[in-house]
């Protein structure tokens, strides 16, 4: 399988004052296989965020290589960034981050009308069967501020999935969520996995970092474990196990 | 504590404190400037006219003249006169004086006339107000003059008339209470008394008296006036009152004046709608923050006071520089002033004066901020600190969807929903692109109603292409008859109309009679524009000017009647119409031929010439100048041109002004508005960007919706320049006999150049602050 993501050396540094600075991450050697699904666990500080939008081309790492695709993202323009974001990335936060003047259904389009590969009508279908997929077509008309938080992560998936990304980025997706929200969600990215679409996400969560088929570890910056599983499969209804060896690994890396 | 509060506040808002300073202090220095002026041009006038003395009454006459009878009436109504003066002008054709080796004055419309100064008042000055003593072989010439054809101390000009040539070399540029301004048609030239009586001697030019008034203390210039008609003494010119020369004086400087106060008090109420954008958006910011402290129990005043505080110390600021840039920004706007009424403008009052703009300033923008703040009233601090959670409960109808945009790409669409979203916000900016076009076009209205030939109309001249004036010479009445005949035979001509003005009296409402100079012809020829009803076409028909037909001259309207004393017998006429003329002091009428020339007393002839198609006018012109030496023949467009000429002169100053300070405005509040709209926006671009928009893309959301606004804002303050400008300038001319203006509009200034500076200017701020605004790191954004 080719890698869809090679990151080598990877360093991100940020100011502190004048003459102080802070790595955030160091060294981060790191290849992510097309059709993955993998999850970044840490203490809080430890740059698993960072990592995911320094690898993402969201943010500019300070120093080493990342290749996405094939193309050395520190060397591209904004334009171009941007560009692979919007027809080959998906992105879900933790705090779903809508556009506030747009209705939830105009949210879902709205990376699919700037793309503009499609007619509109092509693209408000494909809105509507994504939330219908997801069970949240009866808001398609509300706004931001309407609708349960498990409700708005699910907007915020279909948003992500408009444009048929090769990857997705969640940073911490179900972090604001109650736990059946959270299976509901998990569910759903599975899904989207099983189509051949790469999910890489941040948690804190066991139980999220359970569903997904590779764990790395990070503290202080830097890489120090991972964790390999076979592909999640729910009939097999192994959950429990898969969580326990997880939280038996971290223990074991001094968590 | 306050103070700490106030300098973190300032260091925070960097941007925002420097445009509002510098809307402040704009408006302090053009206030502080145009007060600063108007003092000085009160107080030089009040100098100049000390030292000038001006008579109170002039009479100008040619002809026949006796001066034993004015020594009899004057001694007659000595309870009114103090002293009586007459100066006796030597007028010399415009073509008789020759500037340096080739040029000569021949086209200037004024009347010129060689002096010697008067001995008890009428004094003309030098450019230090005092009384001008010529030497020998040397001559003082009229500002006006120094001005239109650029002669210095030192040059040489030649009179040659008949056998009489001299030249003169010049000493002083002559100030000239009575007939300094380019609104009086004549102007004095000063010699030596040997010189003077030489070009008498060797009857240079025609003789034309000054007869000279000056009232005691309470005299009633008004019952002179009637006094000296009844008495038929000589008066076959104008009748001008004092007040006249001094409005004449005083009036460019005044307009100048007044419309850069008005600019003034619009950058006033740009800074506070600034003040009020930041305020809105700070108290949106820190809506927590007043929870908290409201929370704590510090009073709405300690809190208002840390707003206010910020303000208080800016405005004070900007009040200081700004009064003291005002000393220097003075002088680019009384050159006029400095040259034709006063060059010393020395005088602590002026400055004391000045002080009113910062003081006002300060008080506007407190009271300003105290009414913007009292909305930190009403926030209590349970509303304040859960302001989230209200916002969420807020139920609002969803509008604009991206569904229902067949036409538009997706940027500019989101660019201009966000104007219907968020009008309020955008409020603001709409406002300054309405005045700062406003600011723009105005000006330049009026600059091209002034430079235009159809301004003729309020000069209460129809328009026509040439015009022969006939004034103050006992040939001008056979020169008038030999005229005549000749253009029957000229084929060039494609019509023409002869004017005669003879001053006749006139029955006031109370009884009293006064004289009324009347202008009868045919003004059918060359009709002019009625501001209500028409020429006056049949016997017995007036029509009156607009300051005549005023309640403080006959107070007549249309179709009221008028009682004119012609020929020796009274006369009823009616009122057919009623126009506009700033000429003459604004008091003109014209009535029908058959009323008759009052022989006696003819002022001057007119005659008005169009014409035929490719007839070169220039030519036309020099004929007759050459053919008829007492005749001023004058092509329509100069005639309005040198007559306005320091009017226009300072109006391109105002339109160069106005471009300008609209340009800064809208660039320096078209940042300000972006950086807090782009503040507040920055996580919605960051959404936007997370997602792959790019910055340009974003960057056309923000340029279409502000374009968008700036747009409206040009058409509307095109529209108000247009429309309400011409209502403003209207009520500014009325005084002077002109109370409907109507802008001669040059589209492509009015619609595409000033529209695509603003437009170009605005384009390009958007461009700067979207990109000063973004900062690379996107996460930073989107975790905070």
Redesign the interface.
């Known amino acids: 399988m080719t890698n869809i993501i090679e990151a080598s050396s990877m360093t991100k540094r940020v100011a502190l004052g004048k003459n102080t600075e802070l790595s955030i991450l160091r060294d981060i050697n790191l290849k992510v296989k097309k059709g993955e699904f993998l999850s970044v666990m840490g203490p809080s500080g430890s740059g698993k ?2 990592l995911l ?1 320094n690898i993402s081309g ?3 790492m300070t120093s080493g290589s990342v290749k996405y695709q094939g193309r050395e993202i520190g060397s591209l323009k ?2 171009d960034l ?6 080959t ?1 998906g ?1 879900i ?1 933790q ?1 779903i ?7 939830l ?2 949210n879902i ?3 699919a ?4 590969d499609a007619n ?1 009508h092509t693209i ?1 279908q494909k809105a509507k069967q994504l939330m219908k997929m997801t069970g949240i077509e009866k808001i398609a ?1 509300h ?1 931001s ?2 609708g349960s938080g498990g409700q708005l992560q699910r907007v915020g998936i279909c ?1 992500a999935l408009i ?1 048929n990304p090769d990857i997705i980025f969640g ?1 911490e997706p179900t972090g604001a969520l109650d736990s059946k929200a959270t299976e509901e969600i998990m569910s759903i990215l599975a899904e989207i996995n099983k189509t051949g679409t790469t999910v890489m996400l941040v948690t804190h969560d066991v139980k999220v970092a359970a569903k997904t088929e590779r764990i790395l570890f990070m503290i202080d910056g830097k890489i120090v474990s991972q964790k390999k599983m076979r592909k999640y499969d729910a009939r097999q209804d192994d959950r429990k196990e898969r969580e326990e060896s997880i939280m038996k690994w971290l223990m074991e890396n001094g968590l | 504590m306050f103070l700490k509060m106030v300098k973190n506040d300032l260091v925070r808002n960097k941007i925002v404190t420097v445009t509002v300073f510098v809307f402040i202090t704009m408006a302090v220095i053009l206030a502080a400037s145009a007060i600063h002026n108007i003092a000085s041009l009160i107080q030089g006038m009040s100098k100049f006219q000390e030292s000038a003395e001006p008579a109170d009454i002039t009479v100008m006459h040619a002809g026949e003249f006796d001066q034993a009878k004015i020594d009899q009436f004057t001694e007659q109504y000595r309870e009114h006169i103090a002293v009586q003066e007459t100066m006796v002008l030597q007028n010399i054709d415009g073509s008789d004086i020759q500037i340096g080796q080739h040029q000569t004055m021949a086209e200037t419309i004024q009347d010129i006339s060689f002096v010697v100064q008067n001995k008890n008042f009428d004094f003309i000055l030098d450019i230090n107000n005092e009384r001008l003593d010529v030497k020998e072989g040397y001559v003082a010439v009229p500002i006006y003059f120094m001005e239109q054809y650029d002669l210095h101390i030192g040059d040489s000009i030649t009179v040659k008339s008949g056998w009489y040539e001299k030249m003169f070399v010049i000493s002083d540029y002559a100030r000239d209470y009575e007939m300094n301004s380019p609104l009086t048609s004549s102007k004095r030239f000063v010699i030596n008394q040997s010189d003077y009586n030489q070009m008498l001697k060797m009857q240079a030019g025609e003789l034309e008296y000054l007869i000279e008034f000056k009232l005691n203390e309470g005299g009633d210039a008004a019952a002179v006036q009637t006094a000296y008609n009844e008495a038929g003494l000589p008066a076959n010119g104008p009748i001008i009152e004092g007040k006249i020369f001094t409005m004449f004086n005083a009036m460019s400087d005044m307009v100048v004046a007044l419309v850069i106060i008005f600019i003034s008090m619009l950058l006033i109420v740009i800074a506070a709608l600034c003040i009020r954008l930041t305020f809105l958006a700070t108290i949106d910011e820190d809506i927590k923050e007043i929870g908290v402290m409201k929370a704590m129990g510090i009073s709405q005043k300690g809190i208002k006071k840390i707003y206010l505080s910020k303000y208080k110390v800016v405005s004070i600021a900007a009040g200081i520089i700004g009064y003291l840039l005002s000393f220097a920004a003075v002088n680019l706007l009384n050159g006029n002033r400095r040259l034709y009424i006063a060059s010393d403008l020395s005088g602590n009052l002026n400055y004391l004066l000045a002080l009113i703009a910062p003081i006002f300033v300060y008080v506007m923008i407190v009271l300003y901020c105290n009414r913007v703040l009292k909305r930190v009233d009403k926030i209590s601090a349970v509303e304040a600190l859960r302001s989230d959670i209200m ?2 409960s ?3 109808k ?1 509008s604009f ?3 229902k ?1 067949k036409f538009l790409s ?1 940027n500019s669409y989101m660019g201009l ?2 104007i219907g ?2 009008f309020k916000l955008y409020r603001l900016l709409f406002v300054i692109y309405i005045v700062c076009t406003f600011i723009v076009i105005l000006p330049v209205n009026m600059y091209n109603t002034l430079n235009s030939p159809e301004f003729s109309s309020y000069m209460g001249i129809g328009k026509q292409d040439m015009r022969i004036d006939l004034r103050r010479t006992d040939r001008i009445t056979d020169d008038f008859i030999t005229l005549q005949e000749e253009f029957k035979n000229d084929n060039d001509i494609e019509k023409y109309a002869p004017y005669i003005t003879s001053s006749y009296q006139v029955k006031h409402a109370d009884g009293t009679w006064h004289n009324l100079n009347i202008e009868i012809g045919d003004f059918s020829v060359f009709p002019l524009k009625f501001l209500e009803g028409r020429a006056p076409e049949e016997e017995g028909e007036i029509s009156l000017s607009l300051a005549n037909a005023a309640e403080d001259g006959l107070n007549k309207k249309v179709g009221d009647k008028v009682t004119v004393e012609a020929g020796g017998k009274e006369q009823t006429l009616t009122v057919t119409g009623i126009y506009q003329d700033i000429t003459n002091g604004g008091k003109t009428a014209k009535a029908h031929t058959s009323l008759g020339v009052n022989e006696a007393s003819v002022l001057w002839y007119i005659v008005s010439i169009n014409l035929a198609e490719g007839v070169a006018i220039r030519e036309k012109m020099n004929y007759y100048q050459n053919a008829y030496s007492t005749a001023q023949v004058n092509n329509i467009e100069e005639y309005t041109k040198q007559t306005l000429g320091t009017i226009i002169d300072q109006m391109e100053i105002v339109v160069i002004g106005g471009i300008s300070i609209a340009i800064i405005i809208a660039i320096l509040v078209t940042a300000l508005f972006l950086r807090m709209l782009l503040a507040k926006d920055m ?2 671009i ?12 974003i960057s056309y959301q923000y340029m279409a919706g502000t374009l968008m606004v700036l747009l409206v804002g040009i058409i509307l303050g095109a529209l108000a320049a247009n429309f309400l400008g011409e209502l403003l300038v209207s009520m500014g001319m009325s005084s002077m006999g002109a109370s409907k203006i109507e802008f001669v509009h040059v589209i492509w200034q009015t619609w595409l150049l000033c529209p695509v500076v603003l437009l170009a200017a605005v384009g390009l701020t958007i461009l700067m602050s979207c990109k000063a605004a973004v900062k ?4 930073a954004v ?2 905070s």
């Open positions: 965020s960072t939008y969201m943010d500019r904004e334009e941007a560009k692979i974001r919007l027809g990335m992105f936060f705090d981050n809508l556009l506030k003047n747009l209705s259904i105009d389009m709205f990376p009308l700037a793309a503009a509109k408000s008309d706004t501020t309407q948003r444009n940073d | 916002e969420r807020k139920k609002r969803y969807p991206l569904q945009n997706l929903r966000d979203k968020r996580s919605q960051a959404i936007m960007r997370s997602v792959g928009l790019t910055l340009r893309q690379d790191d996107l996460s989107l975790r």
